[in-house]
């Protein structure tokens, strides 16, 4: 499944420009969907400041929530990745700022996910072990265990995400990321199936790398409870 090619395809909709998968069910997990806009004829103000709409004060949809707004309310323009815009769209002023808090992850975290981490990796109740490199898919829909075997995790079959940490660092900080259990269910299986890594030789790049998991796993959660 993982090797069948990812095409894209540019396409219009009521909010803007969008590059997406040719095939909808290759759409990235993080990803969420267009709001349905709240009618016209059912905003007769500003669903923040109240201001009554007119032929001076017009009406504006926020991209994201797809709610009502007036110009001040929603004079911003801010990327929106998880919708697939091409540009920058018309936001209200709470979600532009979760927009701009989630372009640290697609600008940075995203990133270290890609490049991958070592890990020592266990699968099952399993007493073997195995040094693997593990690294987000470009289309981020698996992860991709590497070493003497290889195998995958797909994210949307993930049902549970811990990540296990060292206690206390020196001076008396906050602990580093150290390991990860992951709970999911392979296709085709009945049952779930338990994955557990562990930082292999560099812990600092490891902690990193299992940071950026920790807020992928809170936007694949988001996606799915759209």
């Given at each position: 499944m993982s090797a069948l090619p990812d095409g894209k395809k540019l396409v219009r909709?009521?909010?803007?420009?969008?590059?997406?998968?040719?095939?909808?069910?290759?759409?990235?997990?993080?990803?969420l969907n267009e709001p349905q806009w709240v009618p016209d004829k059912e905003c007769a103000r500003c669903m923040q400041c109240d201001t009554k709409f007119d032929f001076i004060r017009r009406k504006h949809h926020c991209r994201r929530c797809g709610r009502c707004f007036c110009d001040k309310c929603c004079s911003k323009k801010v990327a929106l990745p998880r919708m697939c815009f091409v540009d920058p769209v018309r936001q209200c002023a709470q979600c532009s700022l979760a927009s701009q808090k989630e372009m640290e992850f697609y600008d940075k975290q995203l990133k270290v996910l890609?490049?991958?981490?070592?890990?020592?990796?266990?699968?099952?109740?399993?007493?073997?072990?195995?040094?693997?490199?593990?690294?987000l898919s470009n289309n981020h829909?698996?992860?991709?265990?590497?070493?003497e075997s290889h195998f995958e995790v797909e994210l949307s079959?993930?049902?549970?995400?811990?990540?296990?940490?060292?206690?206390?660092?020196?001076?008396?900080?906050?602990?580093?990321?150290?390991?990860?259990?992951?709970?999911?269910?392979?296709?085709?299986?009945?049952?779930?199936?338990?994955?557990?890594?562990?930082?292999?030789?560099?812990?600092?790049?490891?902690?990193?790398?299992?940071?950026?998991?920790?807020?992928?796993?809170?936007?694949?959660?988001?996606?799915?409870d759209q």
């Open positions: 909709s009521p909010s803007g420009l969008r590059m997406v998968p040719e095939n909808g069910a290759f759409h990235s997990p993080f990803s890609l490049g991958g981490g070592s890990f020592v990796a266990t699968l099952g109740t399993s007493e073997k072990s195995e040094t693997m490199m593990c690294r829909r698996y992860l991709f265990m590497d070493g079959r993930i049902s549970s995400m811990q990540i296990l940490t060292d206690g206390e660092s020196p001076g008396g900080g906050t602990s580093r990321a150290s390991g990860m259990l992951l709970h999911y269910k392979p296709m085709g299986a009945q049952d779930a199936q338990q994955l557990k890594v562990e930082a292999a030789d560099d812990r600092k790049a490891a902690a990193l790398w299992l940071a950026a998991m920790h807020k992928a796993a809170k936007l694949l959660y988001e996606a799915r």
